[in-house]
Structures are given as C-alpha cells and as structure tokens.
C-alpha cells in the first residue's frame, strides 16, 4: 500500500526567502515520487519527477527535491521564492511494481508575500 | 501541441439529472485517467484506461459512475441520478502509457460540477 503525508497545509514566505515543502510518503515498493503545481484555474503541471535515479532531482522553475529512503521523505526546496510560485503544490507516490495508481498528498498551498 | 482539453469547463445540475462529462487527451496517448477533486484536497483517483478499455475502476465510488473511451481517445465520465456529495472538480489526464512506472501525466483544467 502506498501513501503520501503532506505535512503542512499552508506555507507562507516572503519573495527572495527560501521555500520548503514537506513530504513523507509511504510505500511497499520502491516509489517514483513526483511534485505537481496546480495555478487557480490551470491544470496540474509537473514539477519533478523521482524515479530511483539520482536523489537529488532538479525540476522547472529553480524547484529540487531530494530523496531521502531512510526519512521516507520527498521534501521540495527553493532557493529564492518567486511571487509567481504561489500556488497548491501536491507530492505524488506511485509504485513501480504493483498498483501504478498514483496517490496524491493533500496539498500544500504556498503564500508569497512581497 | 494541444494539451488535455475537458468540456465543459462549468456544470451546475440538480439532484438526481444525469451528466456527461467529456475529456479530450493528447493525441498519441493511451492511458488516460479520471479524477475528482474535492475543496481543499488532492486528486483522487477514479478510474484509468489504457487503450479502449478501462485497465483500473476500482476508484469509482459506486455504480453511478460510470466511462467509457470507445475509440481509445476521446473518454466522457457518466454521473446518474446525480447527489450533492458529488459537487467537485472533475480532472482528466493522459501519458503516453502506463507501462511498468508512473509516466508524467498531462491534466486538463478540469470540470466544476456543481450539484443543487
């Protein structure tokens, strides 16, 4: 069985100040791992994906994440927060073998203040 | 190219009608999947299909929902004798296959069902 816990519900920063959003997922199987961003009325836009290459994996937008096995975490990190990243951000798991039903976390919703 | 495209954007209907809801996916690819997103809550999955036929159902919630992909392109998600409980965002999404890992999936804009 696999499961996602997206363990904040809002983060808020200022623009130019660092961003983390915090993932910790739960699978029988080695998990690919994926951050998507949902804009008010945009689709789902992937961020990055984890698919048991490098842990440290580099997406669009300046946006990494780093896989962590031993904390069963996926946490996603900013340098430099952007007024244009606020946005609902959502950590994906989905299980190489078995079920390639992805789950989705609950969603973090990121507030940038100028 | 064109991305995943879902029509209509808005539905508001009344207890008990029936509605259709349609996706149009990127052309060339064959899994294709449902999702209902509730306020404040991630997507959760319905039901996926590779090709024409439905590989997965087991997220429909009951047996008023139902979809179908005849021409393994075009799907549209059936909703009978509708309830309030199903107010919700419907997403679509389609990847160039489901394989043996989790490809990227490209999500339209979704469907606002409103049930009064």
């Known amino acids: 069985a696999q499961s996602v816990t997206q363990l904040d519900s809002h983060v808020s920063v200022s623009e130019g100040t660092p961003v983390l959003l915090r993932c910790n997922y739960s699978s029988s199987y080695s998990p690919s791992l994926f951050w998507y961003v949902q804009h008010p009325n945009k689709g789902l836009q992937l961020l990055l994906k984890?698919?048991?290459?490098?842990?440290l994996v580099k997406g669009i937008n300046g946006f990494e994440a780093e896989f962590k096995k031993s904390e069963t975490s996926f946490h996603l990190t900013k340098p430099s927060a952007h007024m244009s990243d606020a946005a609902e951000y959502f950590c994906?798991?989905?299980?190489?073998?078995?079920?390639?039903?992805?789950?989705f976390g609950r969603g973090t919703s990121l507030i940038v203040h100028p | 190219g064109a991305g995943v495209s879902q029509t209509p954007s808005n539905k508001v209907t009344e207890k008990g009608k029936y509605v259709e809801l349609r996706c149009d996916p990127i052309s060339g690819h064959t899994a294709l999947y449902w999702y209902r997103q509730s306020l404040g809550q991630g997507p959760e999955f319905l039901i996926y299909?590779?090709?024409?036929?439905?590989?997965?159902d087991s997220g429909l919630p009951n047996d008023r929902f139902f979809a179908v992909r005849p021409e393994g392109s075009v799907s549209t998600l059936k909703i009978q004798r509708t309830e309030r409980g199903d107010s919700a965002m419907y997403l679509c999404a389609s990847s160039l296959d489901s394989g043996t890992r989790y490809n990227e999936q490209f999500f339209g804009p979704g469907t606002r069902l409103t049930v009064l």
């Open positions: 299909f590779q090709g024409t036929g439905a590989a997965d």
């Open positions: 984890y698919t048991s290459a490098a842990t």
């Open positions: 994906v798991v989905s299980e190489l073998e078995g079920s390639y039903i992805p789950t």
